[in-house]
């Protein structure tokens, strides 16, 4: 079982940076790809970045934060972090980490996940 507490969303205006964490507790934690998700207000959870198990050697981002957003892991604090730059207001959302120990690569869908966190409003004001 791995439990994850998601931090550091807020208020930002357009062009700022936040940086969110995820805190697991729970064991092995390194044995875990981890993902982060977002749900814009009206909209369907979309997947943001994911970064594989172990050294996150592998790392990959949908479209629309590739270049902005970074993912990396501290497996010795058991968390997992995503830098955000150069926001913009499409990236209001709520945002989830989520870990898997199967997929070890990472994934892109949701269903690849056993573990997620409650989710953390990050709001970017133009």
């Known amino acids: 079982q791995v439990q994850l507490v998601e931090s550091g969303g807020g208020p930002v205006q357009a062009g700022g940076s936040l940086r969110l964490s995820c805190a697991a507790s729970?064991?092995?934690?390194?044995?875990?790809?981890l993902g982060w998700f977002r749900r814009p207000p009206g909209k369907q959870r979309e997947f943001v970045a994911a970064?594989?198990?172990?050294?996150?050697?592998?790392?990959f981002y949908a479209g629309p934060v590739q270049g902005r957003f970074i993912i990396s892991r501290d497996n010795a604090k058991k968390t997992v972090y995503l830098q955000m730059n150069n926001l913009e207001p499409e990236d209001t959302a709520v945002y989830y980490c989520a870990a898997d120990n199967l997929i070890r690569g990472g994934a892109d869908y949701e269903s690849a996940y056993d573990y997620w966190g409650r989710g953390i409003q990050v709001t970017v004001s133009s």
């Open positions: 729970g064991r092995s934690f390194s044995d875990y790809a």
């Open positions: 970064i594989s198990w172990d050294k996150g050697e592998n790392t």
